[in-house]
């Protein structure tokens, strides 16, 4: 198995929004904001190259929204899929499988693209099947008032009718093991209803891709929950009890927004679990 890191492009977001109740006086410590009150945001995603499969997890926003839409959120730099893959020798046709952490726009609008004539939609990725859950892919075509403004139809809709979805089993517990695409899932429901976590089992680690349970190394704190989570009390018991596995088993977990920290291991303190080492992809794939 090998690992690559795949940036899809950053972006910037209200970092109130980011970091829900806690007062700007304590997260612009970790996450400074700019004078728009915005925070740097990064849309990491991961190559899993296993044997014949190429398993993509999540793929940003995409481009096909338009400029007014793009525009509320400050894209900055040059990264893309394209490039990203490119860089490690690969191209979209050869990506065999898409897995969403959750649908929200963000996480998966990469994953559809304008048609040639730009009449319509279709899947970017023509050669891959699409990983959701039944329970999420429901909360999603469904939305509440809450959320619907991140489920977009067209980033959602394309992959059923193109049939390259699929569904991974739901677990009895709160982690399923060994999924269809050949690692564990820890589903969270405090961000919205059955986000899906990845644990990677890779040479003697464990590479947790951390979607939206932890944002960015600065979102450690139990209290520091995002304005965007549907249940945020519910939000804190999860990441309490991941955070506690991570730092008794020593995860690796990859931040997928944290645009200056990629991946970070965590310790028991007095203050609860908090932050130990920093590494760059780089230093472990």
């Not at 492009?9 to 700007?24: E, I, Q, R, W, Y």
């Not at 065999?96 to 609008?109: I, K, P, Q, S």
């Not at 990983?131 to 509440?144: E, G, I, V």
Request: net charge negative.
């Amino acid at each position: 198995m090998k690992l690559y890191p795949i940036e899809s492009g950053n972006f910037k977001l209200d970092g109130g929004a980011m970091f829900g109740v806690v007062p700007k006086s304590l997260w612009h410590r970790t996450n400074p904001a700019d004078a728009n009150n915005m925070i740097d945001i990064a849309a990491r995603c991961l190559l899993i190259e296993d044997g014949n499969r190429l398993i993509l997890i999540d793929t940003g926003m995409g481009d096909k929204q338009s400029d007014k839409f793009l525009g509320y959120y400050y894209l900055w730099g040059n990264d893309t899929i394209d490039k990203s893959l490119k860089k490690y020798g690969f191209h979209r046709d050869d990506i065999t499988d898409v897995f969403m952490t959750h649908l929200h726009f963000d996480h998966c609008g990469g994953s559809v693209q304008w048609n040639k004539d730009r009449t319509g939609y279709e899947p970017a990725f023509k050669n891959a099947l699409f990983w959701s859950n039944k329970d999420h892919w429901l909360w999603a075509t469904q939305p509440n008032n809450r959320e619907k403004a991140s489920f977009l139809k067209e980033n959602i809709l394309p992959m059923e009718e193109s049939g390259q979805l699929n569904f991974v089993s739901l677990p009895e517990t709160e982690i399923l093991k060994n999924s269809e695409l050949g690692f564990d899932i820890f589903f969270a429901n405090g961000h919205t209803d059955k986000q899906m976590i990845p644990i990677i089992t890779y040479k003697d680690m464990k590479i947790c891709f951390m979607a939206d349970l932890l944002p960015t190394a600065g979102h450690l704190p139990l209290p520091y929950v995002m304005g965007y989570d549907t249940r945020p009390l519910l939000t804190l018991d999860e990441k309490e009890a991941f955070l506690n596995l991570a730092a008794n088993d020593n995860f690796y977990l990859f931040l997928e927004h944290d645009a200056h920290n990629e991946i970070i291991t965590v310790q028991h303190t007095e203050k609860g679990v908090r932050l130990k080492d920093v590494y760059s992809c780089s230093d472990l794939f």
